[in-house]
């Protein structure tokens, strides 16, 4: 049996997700079918809204459950009006600070996602650019100027992991995929060695990536569980010889795997 899960916000819906997944992780035998309603910023939009909720909640097996970020009090009103087991994630948490502050909050719409310090906005968006110019060993002219290099086998997460982290926290990412060469010398790349403090390894489990390179290059020689398992080992021994922090990608979410580099490495938020 699914149970249907409504994410309703003023502005993206990211925060409402965000949250609301966080607490559905906590049931793991249980499926949920998901659907974000966002921008719902009139009353129209919102009784539209309780519509397609009640709709859910008369023709669903399961339950329905409602996570809302709705700032204004009239719009908020009308959402929790509907069936189903509603949670108004916001007013849960602004009132206690409130209190505790002795100050009443903004109740502005949009502030989580939206463009407030247009430094840190820029900053950000140069940290992806950055990034995606030095992705996959391109831009080692640039190295200078990277946070962190990431590095491993092809296919272990390097890209995706430096994407989040720039994107995410404004860090200048580079990522560089060891060939075969320089996993048969055994040792750190020459053109590596000058970073040797910004470098960062990460692997994963030889099944894992054969899984992964399979769908990418299907029955090839590149995708053999016998060569993935000598190349992530040939990579391990060089991240242990060169004494080089890593970590294991295989069972992590993307945020597990960038927060784990963030504590590791000692990097803060750009």
């Given at each position: 049996m699914k149970h249907q899960v409504f994410f309703v916000s003023d502005s993206?819906?990211?925060?409402?997700?965000?949250?609301?997944?966080?607490?559905l992780t906590q049931f793991k035998n249980i499926k949920f079918e998901k659907l974000t309603l966002p921008f719902i910023d009139t009353a129209a939009k919102a009784q539209e809204a309780v519509t397609t909720i009640n709709h859910a909640c008369d023709t669903s097996e399961g339950q329905v459950f409602i996570f809302a970020t709705i700032i204004d009090k009239?719009?908020?009103?009308?959402?929790?009006?509907?069936?189903?087991?509603?949670?108004?994630i916001f007013n849960t948490f602004i009132q206690p600070i409130e209190e505790a502050l002795k100050v009443t909050s903004s109740h502005s719409i949009g502030l989580t996602h939206g463009v407030q310090n247009y430094d840190q906005y820029h900053h950000r968006i140069d940290a992806v650019n950055y990034t995606l110019s030095c992705d996959d060993g391109l831009g080692i002219q640039n190295y200078d100027e990277a946070d962190i290099i990431l590095v491993g086998v092809s296919r272990c997460g390097k890209t995706p992991t430096s994407l989040y982290l720039a994107l995410h926290f404004g860090l200048y990412v580079a990522n560089y995929p060891f060939n075969e060469e320089e996993l048969d010398k055994g040792s750190l790349p020459d053109i590596l060695k000058p970073y040797r403090k910004k470098l960062f390894g990460l692997t994963i489990e030889p099944e894992r990536l054969h899984m992964v390179r399979n769908k990418r290059r299907p029955d090839s020689r590149y995708a053999k569980l016998k060569q993935c398992s000598h190349e992530l080992q040939a990579a391990e021994e060089i991240f242990v010889r060169e004494r080089l922090p890593y970590i294991d990608t295989s069972n992590r979410s993307i945020e597990e795997i960038g927060a784990t580099i963030m504590i590791q490495a000692g990097l803060k938020q750009g």
């Open positions: 993206t819906g990211i925060t409402a997700a965000t949250l609301g997944n966080s607490l009239d719009i908020q009103a009308i959402i929790s009006q509907c069936k189903g087991v509603f949670m108004d």
